[in-house]
């Protein structure tokens, strides 16, 4: 077979098992659990790569990669099925000397050093798949060539009291990175890294190699390469990203996430035009129905959902179902779901296929400056007749 | 026991006037998320069809854009799958005169497909969602030469059907009349026929010798009535639209926003797929009341809108109302409009404060891509 010589292409880390996310990556990859009523969170990396002009991505799976296998199939709804490009799943395998899971981040690209050189590209692009944003990685890979770094790390501006949450940068003002501090305890500055890195691919790879030598390192990118990276001299360069970014790991910040798509005004506006489009694999559903007596009001509802009741400020996603008199505010309704004749859901995450009864009541209601608990059921759970799910409970 | 469809593309055109000026009558959109078409390849590639011509005779540019490939219907594939047989893919050079005529230019892909059997033909305006293997089935169980499948309760002593049929008390065709205005004890033709493939093209042939190119009158009923062609009459017992004219379209459009049609055509094991063209899910602003109505993907509604179809990214301003409407894709409709039985084309643009009021049996139509 032939591979055409890339400039660029992308690595995407996959494998994380989320489990912060508790009930709702019980059996499915983070980047796997749906997102913004039609897509999961995976699409947002993906898309940014199409979007780039970047049309090769190994997508690094291990934990519960089934549906996430089956989810990327063979690339075609990002377009990445055609024959000079690919979107191709790595899962772990078995070597003839040695196999083994992922051991971090670094060892899952250094298990897929083969992968990468069929390409032989100039530079290879790190993402994981676990934060919703746009950003157009060809700026910069732009900015990277431009500077001449060895390696280019996003960072974006964080609140200082945020900081020590993160993995930080401390730069000079030109850019260069001098220091690399992992939640450092008195951040000296508030540049964030995102995990989103581009290497010069013969220097990534001679790293990649020195690290598997080495026994006692943990093989990860912001533990080891980056400080080795650092400490031999090699050129790094901070690319500071100013748009919407979020790390959806944790429940609160998944719902937040969702939340941030509503309004006249969003935080996050999940619409685009040629280069800024999410693309998901979807579905033969059809248009969305609103009966006579629903209301819906500032909320996303995709399509094949049935809506007889009230929806506000919530997200409902592909063929949910919203009984009459039922209430679903301030939620997220993963695909499938079924809302019966008078049931209320209030902040909540509502995991796909869910069956909530009649009567029943998920969650509660809380002023704006109280401390919210956010409810969640997994993937078929079924919310018994008039019984109820308690605030920050889950199932 | 294999079959091949074909689709006419181009029937009714003339009688759908501006909506299909510059589309075939496969193309007009339908439902908020489809196009006619996507009806008869979804229920042709539910059944295991898997070879398919489309057979049109002029502005297919949009059907063509919209099927592409046909991989949305599971059509690209390396033997088989989808053809399109436009009148300069074929022999004649001109467009045809009827379907017999329009077979006659598709010949050299009815004799060379990969020898299947049966011959399913079906054209695009009449919607509805059937299992064309239980019709296959019956097409060989009655050991006939052709089967005709039916509805009842369409015609009703006013409408002009293509093709009507009676039966009588045993089953057995009482009467068979083409281009007719029958009452309501006759059924009319859904234009979707079962025939064998050779026996098909056996009969374009000798049509077209004696220069006869009309599949109903020439080939049909002249060969039934001659006791040429043995006729099986399959009554379909689901839920079918006939799109004939502007109004029928207007008002089948808006017959899905009721239950039992929307769920006859939707809701069963056999989806109807279409185009996907990646747009958000709808958006429902702060302001709007939205009842009774299908809306598709990526609409942004800030306004109301009632007993109505909205389509693909549809805007609806601030205050306005939009009522027993069909508003196409990419439409924009301004603050403050009020809007009632019109039916907008796809990118119109309705500035703020405009009133548009046409009625349920003419309404008003705004022709794609207009500013009013």
């Known amino acids: 077979m032939y591979f055409q010589k890339k400039r660029c292409i992308a690595m995407l880390l996959a494998g994380g098992q989320g489990s912060r996310l508790k009930v ?61 490009c690919c979107a191709q799943v790595l899962p772990p395998y078995a070597r003839s000397k040695k196999s083994e899971w992922y051991k971090g981040t670094a060892n899952a690209i250094y298990q897929n050093i083969g992968f990468i050189k069929r390409f032989d590209p100039a530079y290879v692009l ?36 945020e900081a020590s949450r993160f993995g930080i940068m401390n730069t000079k003002p030109d850019g260069t990175i001098y220091e690399f ?104 559903l059809p248009s969305s129905y609103v009966d006579q007596d629903a209301k819906t009001v500032n909320c996303f509802i995709a399509e094949g959902s049935e809506i007889y009741g009230t929806v506000r400020h919530s997200i409902i996603s592909t063929g949910c179902f919203v009984g009459e008199n039922a209430l679903v505010e301030d939620s997220v309704i993963m695909p499938g779901v079924t809302i019966e004749t008078g049931a209320i859901v209030r902040h909540a995450i509502i995991g796909e296929g869910t069956r909530i009864c009649r009567g029943a009541v998920v969650g509660g209601a809380y002023g704006p400056k109280e401390k919210r608990k956010i409810s969640v059921t997994q993937k078929n759970a079924v919310v018994a007749e008039n019984t109820v799910l308690l605030p920050g409970e889950m199932l | 026991m294999t079959a091949m469809g074909i689709i006419f593309a181009n029937i009714y055109d003339s009688s759908l006037g501006e909506l299909t000026n510059k589309r075939t009558m496969a193309s007009l959109p339908y439902g908020g998320r489809y196009r006619q078409i996507d009806f008869t390849l979804s229920n042709m590639v539910n059944s295991g069809i898997r070879h398919i011509g489309i057979i049109s005779r002029f502005n297919y540019q949009s059907l063509m854009n919209h099927i592409g490939s046909g991989e949305e219907w599971d059509l690209e594939l390396q033997e088989g799958g989808l053809e399109f047989l436009t009148p300069y893919s074929m022999s004649h050079n001109s467009s045809y005169r009827g379907k017999v005529e ?14 299947e059997d049966y011959v399913v033909l079906a054209d695009s305006g009449v919607l509805c969602n059937i299992d064309l293997g239980k019709v296959l089935e019956a097409h060989v169980a009655s050991g006939k030469d052709l089967t005709v499948v039916t509805k009842a309760g369409i015609a009703n002593g006013t409408k ?21 205005v029958a009452t309501s004890e006759y059924l009319a033709s859904m234009a979707l026929f079962v025939i064998s493939r050779e026996l098909l093209v056996h009969h374009v042939r000798e049509c077209m010798a004696r220069n006869r190119y009309r599949f109903e009158r020439d080939f049909l009923m002249r060969q039934f009535q001659a ?92 205050g306005a109302m939009v009522e027993d409407s069909l508003i196409m894709n990419d439409t924009v409709v301004g603050e403050g409009c009020e809007l009632k039985c019109v039916i907008l084309d796809k990118d119109v643009v309705v500035r703020p404060g405009t009133k548009l009021i046409g009625t349920p049996n003419n309404p008003v139509i705004v022709k794609r891509g207009e500013q009013i």
């Open chain 1, 126 to 161: 790190i993402l994981s798949g676990d934060h919703i944003y746009k950003m157009d990685y060809a700026a910069m890979i732009a900015f990277h060539e431009k500077t001449g770094a060895d390696c280019t790390i996003a960072v974006r501006d964080v609140p200082l009291e």
């Open chain 2, 160 to 180: 002009q059907l293509d093709l009507a049929i009676k039966l009588d008390k045993g089953g057995q065709i009482a009467d068979l009349a083409v281009d007719y």
């Open chain 1, 24 to 84: 709702l990556t019980e059996n499915t990859a983070k980047p796997a659990v749906p997102f913004g009523g039609k897509y999961r969170i995976i699409d947002f990396p993906l898309s940014n790569c199409v979007n780039s002009d970047i049309d090769t991505v190994g997508i690094l799976t291990q934990y519960q990669p089934l549906e996430l296998n089956e989810y990327i199939g063979n690339g075609q709804p990002w377009g990445l099925n055609k024959s000079h």
């Open chain 2, 227 to 318: 006791g040429n062609l043995s006729v099986n009459v399959y009554e379909f017992q689901g839920v079918a639209l006939f799109n004939e004219s502007t109004e029928e379209y207007f008002n089948n459009n808006l017959a899905i926003i009721g239950k039992e049609v929307r769920h006859n055509l939707f809701g069963g094991a056999h989806p109807i797929y279409t185009k996907v063209r990646d747009r958000v899910p709808s958006y429902y602003g702060e302001d709007c009341h939205v009842e009774n109505c299908i809306v598709a993907d990526g609409c942004v509604l800030e306004g109301n809108a009632r007993h109505s179809v909205l389509f693909r990214q549809v805007t609806i301003g601030q």
């Open chain 2, 102 to 115: 329009a077979l006659h230019s598709a010949l050299e892909a009815l004799e060379y497909s990969s020898g």
């Open chain 1, 181 to 284: 501090e992992e939640k450092p305890k008195q951040p000296k500055s508030t540049n964030a890294s995102m995990g989103i890195y581009v290497f010069n691919w013969k220097v990534l790879e001679q790293f990649l190699v020195a690290d598997e030598e080495n026994p006692d390192s943990e093989n990860d990118f912001g533990k080891n390469i980056i400080p080795a990276l650092l400490e031999t001299g090699h050129k790094l360069m901070a690319y500071t990203f100013q748009g919407y970014w979020k790390d959806v790991g944790t429940i609160d910040s998944l719902w937040e996430a969702n939340m941030d798509l509503l309004g006249k005004k969003p935080a996050f506006d999940i619409r685009g035009g040629e280069r800024s489009r999410i693309y998901a694999r979807n579905n033969a």
